[in-house]
């Protein structure tokens, strides 16, 4: 294996090359981006929230940080950094440290998309389709899609930037089409992809073969797999049962097609006794001897980190929903920098990210270690 390009986010964050003529340089590149990775790390969504809490802190950032001017960057010189950030550049030095870091857990990575709404008011729609590792919720990679483009067109060229052996793609209907499904091939990894009506041949099939199931009780054990658990908590008890097989495979033209599935989620609301069921068609490269009905169903699942730990997360706690920042590069660099310090919680083991704000807005010192720069003693 590669030896690791960096070994901590501060080294990825110095390599983003510096936009500034050399007459208007007055910090240090590395410090400014540093403020803001710390400003984010202590819960702040705005560079004008970054900006006052540099300000409310500069007393104690002097003493650890130890500037060679003695004195800190204003709100605007953090805003003019963002606003001019080399993103393609970002990118690819922010993500390829996650990728790095998550390389060695990595099995099922999820394909979503996700606007900055907050921007839209303002200034042209941003709109970002995001690779998120399943466990532990890493974002490896992410691209904005164009005012031309849809994601369709843009999940291409995100999937290039990841080594896929080894991994399995899961995404949902809109991402179910046979080009992306071979790009995964070639790029020797697997995919379980949710299918509706955009493919409605494709559905029918697979729904009329669990209606209608073609194998004897002898045939059964070879053709068809299930399995079912239930889930109770949050007020309701939710059953769910996933059914895969490989009967389809000669009949359908899919590229890689190994097992088709059915998935039914039926949910008890305990107070009062409603119910609601839900059933999903599936399909995926992965044959029954590299992944039974369970897998499958932990695989299906896990696609949804992508909503609940990383996209919920970034407009609930981190504000990105909200926020109205909209000049030159700053809507996509703080979204590069939102999924960094988020990867980075959740590789060190933080469940909860509003506890972690909390927990470093108290401790600066430990702040500045766990980004990778070593502060003054004191």
């Keep these: 294996m590669a030896p690791l390009q960096y070994s901590t986010i501060l080294e990825a964050l110095k390599d983003i090359p510096d936009p500034r003529k050399a007459r208007g340089k007055r910090h240090p590149w590395e410090l400014i981006l540093l403020l803001v990775a710390l400003g984010i790390l202590h819960g702040e969504e705005t560079p004008y929230g970054i900006g006052m809490w540099v300000k409310s802190n500069t007393e104690r950032l002097l003493e650890l940080l130890r500037p060679v001017r003695g004195y800190l960057p204003s709100y605007s010189t953090l805003r003019r950094a963002l606003e001019n950030m080399d993103i393609e550049k ?77 991994k399995v793609v899961t995404g949902d209907a809109l991402l179910t089409q046979r080009t992306l499904c071979a790009q995964i091939l070639e790029q020797g990894g697997d995919y379980l992809l949710v299918v509706k009506e955009n493919q409605p041949k494709l559905k029918e099939a697979i729904a009329y073969l669990f209606d209608n199931p073609p194998w004897t009780e002898q045939e059964k054990a070879q053709e068809y797999q299930r399995f079912s658990y239930t889930d109770k908590g949050h007020g309701r008890i939710e059953t769910r049962t996933l059914e895969a097989s490989i009967a389809l495979n000669d009949y359908l033209d899919w590229p890689g097609l190994q097992q088709v599935m059915k998935r039914r989620s039926r949910r008890v609301i305990t107070k009062t006794g409603e119910i609601t069921e839900t059933v999903s068609y599936g399909i995926t490269s992965l044959s029954p001897q590299k992944a039974d009905a369970y897998t499958l169903e932990r695989l299906w699942r896990g696609h949804w980190t992508i909503e609940n730990r990383v996209h919920y997360v970034r407009d ?15 809507p996509v660099a703080l979204a590069l920098f939102r999924n960094v310090i988020l990867s980075l919680l959740r590789l060190a083991g933080w469940q909860s990210i509003p506890n972690a704000f909390r927990h470093y807005r108290a401790r600066l010192r430990e702040s500045l270690l766990f980004l990778g720069f070593t502060p003054a003693p004191t």
């Design 316 to 330: 609930v706690s981190m504000g990105e929903d909200a926020g109205r920042s909209h000049c030159g590069n700053i």
């Design 90 to 166: 970002a990118k690819a030095n922010l993500q390829g440290f996650l990728a790095d870091s998550a390389l060695s857990t990595l099995k099922g990575i999820a394909v979503d998309g996700k606007s900055v709404r907050g921007v839209h008011k303002f200034g042209e729609k941003v709109h970002l389709l995001s690779l998120v590792g399943h466990e532990p919720a890493v974002v490896l990679a992410q691209v904005e899609v164009g005012e031309k483009e849809n994601e369709i067109s843009a999940a291409p060229a995100l999937l290039a930037t990841v080594d896929l052996k080894g």
